[in-house]
């Protein structure tokens, strides 16, 4: 067969080069995405205040708004929304979804390392915080999920901010925004500063002091998802670090 035959090595089929979007094209897809999340999440209220026969108008949103349970499904409606804008900026370049956003499973020791690495980041803002005589915890999720265990809804806060939030969150930045980005001529340091960032802005209901904690954990996100690449890494060390907050505030009194 020819396969065996030196004079008629085998073809090698070098694959095509991934089509992803540069760093305008992301920047204008990440803006929808976020719009997307932020539709989906205010979608879930308004149905909210819709089934109960609420006045349609800011103020019935407002209050249902800050109910546990309507602010845990809020978060969990935001989820599909996400996903749904991204697979569609992903079709258009006809690219693989799967090689995207690097959906590829982290091995043991990448687990280990990002775990490592996270526990000693967030050790070292506790430490600062207590030096400085602050709540490790910002003071009104404190409340948020006290609030909705007492009244039942644990489990949901629970799924929201473990599931929902880490999966949304890090698909838009480290995996759609961290892609196109580092692909662009930010290169990968910018990619991770600068979509560390946009992950930090998410979080503007937190003042500068928890935003600092937030950039510096994006930025050890960041530098794990480009060295495992691996997406399925940050959604697991984002995940283990909400859940670990949501347990400890919950159930610990933390």
């Known amino acids: 067969m020819d396969s065996l035959n030196p004079d008629h090595p085998p073809l090698t089929v070098t694959p095509a080069p991934l089509r992803v979007w540069k760093f305008w094209g992301t920047a204008l897809w990440g803006l929808l995405i976020f719009v997307a ?11 909210l205040v ?21 602010l845990a499904l809020s978060v969990i409606m935001g989820l599909p929304a996400t996903l749904a804008v991204v697979w569609l900026a992903i079709r258009i370049k006809k690219a693989s979804f799967v090689d995207y956003l690097a959906l590829h499973w982290p091995t043991w020791r990448q687990f ?10 967030v050790l070292a803002w506790e430490v600062v915080s207590r030096s400085l005589g ?23 806060l629970l799924l929201a901010f473990s599931v929902a939030a ?39 209901q937190y003042d500068l002091y928890f935003l ?3 950039f510096s954990i994006g930025l050890w996100f960041g ?32």
């Open 37 to 47: 999340m932020f539709v989906g999440q205010v979608g879930a209220v308004v149905l």
């Open 50 to 70: 819709a089934l109960r026969g609420l006045p349609m108008d800011l103020a019935s949103v407002q209050a249902i708004g800050h109910e546990p349970q309507a």
């Open 112 to 121: 280990l390392l990002g775990a490592a690495g996270l526990l000693l980041t």
């Open 134 to 156: 602050r709540e490790a915890t910002p003071g009104f999720m404190t409340d948020l999920l006290k609030s909705g265990r007492d009244k039942g809804a644990a489990l949901l």
């Open 166 to 204: 880490p999966m949304s969150e890090e698909v838009l930045a480290r995996g759609f925004l961290f892609r196109g980005w580092s692909a662009s001529f930010l290169g990968v340091p910018g990619a991770i500063i600068l979509s560390s960032l946009v992950w930090t802005a998410v979080h503007l």
């Open 212 to 214: 600092a904690e937030v």
């Open 223 to 254: 530098y794990m998802r480009h060295r495992a690449n691996s997406l399925w890494l940050t959604i697991l060390l984002h995940a283990l670090n909400n859940m670990t907050a949501v347990v400890l505030t919950m159930w610990l009194g933390g």
